[in-house]
């Protein structure tokens, strides 16, 4: 889960999904320390909050279909491209043969400070 604000980006993860904010400096892994999937009905999810103040830089929310299985360079380097397409992501997770090796799913969203007419 993930909340966007004029204040920044925050949220909770439990489970295989990761969550990473991208900068033209850095690579921040907001859900590494989160707990691994729990078994469904087993009543043991642990939430891992995450928060980033407001500021330029991407957001990548990404299943484990495409981050454990693609290049984390790769994936850096698509959410520092001028052109965002969550596609390229699912693409860099791809078999030769262009098979995934599990589901995958991304959304991908881009920060800027706030105009404020000056040059």
């Not at 320390?33 to 469904?40: E, N």
């Not at 491209?81 to 699912?90: A, E, F, W």
Request: aromatic content about 8%; hydrophobic content about 45%; proline content about 7%.
């Amino acid at each position: 889960m993930c909340a966007v604000s004029e204040k920044g980006v925050s949220g909770a993860a439990v489970g295989d999904s990761a969550a990473w904010w991208v900068t033209a400096e850095a690579v921040v892994r907001l859900t590494d320390g989160a707990s691994s999937k729990p078994w469904v009905y087993s009543g043991s999810a642990r939430p891992f909050g995450f928060a980033v103040p407001a500021g330029p830089g991407t957001l990548l929310l990404m299943t484990d279909g495409v981050w454990k299985y693609a290049n984390p360079a790769v994936l850096a380097e698509i959410g520092r491209r001028m052109t965002l397409d969550p596609s390229g992501l699912i693409d860099a997770a791809r078999l030769p043969s262009s098979r995934l090796q599990d589901d995958a799913a991304a959304v991908v969203a881009r920060f800027r400070p706030a105009d404020d007419g000056s040059e």
